[in-house]
């Protein structure tokens, strides 16, 4: 894993504000690694518990038949009821 503190940096500038970061890139350019290490530093540097953070991959075989109802409503249990939770 090549470590990109550059593309890090600039979304972690913006990590506790309202606007939604959005990553896009070509197929395995990094995107997934990157928010991995997003999430790392919300646990170290922040100390945001790993139970505050989701991470899902919706091109996985657990998606494939779930409509956009299903998945809101799944989302939508896993959130912490006490504060904030981080979507990745």
Excluded: H
Excluded at 23 to 28: I, S
Excluded at 75 to 85: A, F, N, S
């Amino acid at each position: 894993m090549i470590y990109r503190p550059l593309y890090v940096d600039k979304i972690m500038a913006y990590a506790d504000t309202p606007f939604v970061k959005i990553l896009t890139g070509v197929r395995r350019c990094g995107k997934s690694t990157i928010l991995k290490m997003i999430m790392e530093r919300l646990k170290t540097e922040r100390n945001i518990p790993a139970e505050r953070m989701i991470s899902c991959r919706y091109d996985s075989m657990e998606f494939e038949d779930m409509t956009a109802k299903q998945m809101y409503a799944q989302l939508k249990e896993r959130l912490c009821p006490d504060g904030k939770t981080y979507l990745f």
